[in-house]
């Protein structure tokens, strides 16, 4: 996968394993489930995205998805 900045595609086992530690055992088997097949489709990945443009035109900051599972963990927490 090209790396975007500090940012790069994470295969879906590392992204799971990011759910399972976020949300415990388990929560990232569907994410593995979903993304593994579309993980190893050919170049480019159909969930790469250039995100230069919108990056120029819109005040935003990308952050990792560990970063992001971690600052909205407690809306996916059990109630």
Same mark, same amino acid.
Do not use: C, H
């Given at each position: 996968?090209?790396?975007?900045?500090?940012?790069?595609?994470?295969?879906?086992?590392?992204?799971?394993?990011?759910?399972?530690?976020a949300?415990?055992?388990?929560?990232?088997?569907?994410?593995?489930?979903?993304?593994?097949?579309?993980?190893?489709?050919?170049?480019? %990945?159909?969930?790469?995205?250039?995100?230069?443009?919108?990056?120029?035109?819109? %005040?935003?900051?990308?952050?990792?998805?560990?970063?992001?599972?971690?600052?909205h963990?407690?809306?996916?927490?059990?109630?």
């Open positions: 996968m090209a790396l975007l900045g500090r940012y790069r595609g994470i295969p879906p086992e590392e992204f799971g394993a990011i759910l399972d530690q949300f415990g055992p388990g929560a990232g088997a569907g994410a593995v489930a979903v993304y593994g097949p579309l993980w190893n489709l050919d170049e480019p %990945p159909p969930l790469a995205v250039d995100m230069q443009p919108v990056l120029q035109l819109l %005040p935003v900051s990308m952050r990792t998805m560990r970063e992001w599972i971690t600052e963990a407690s809306a996916f927490a059990a109630k």
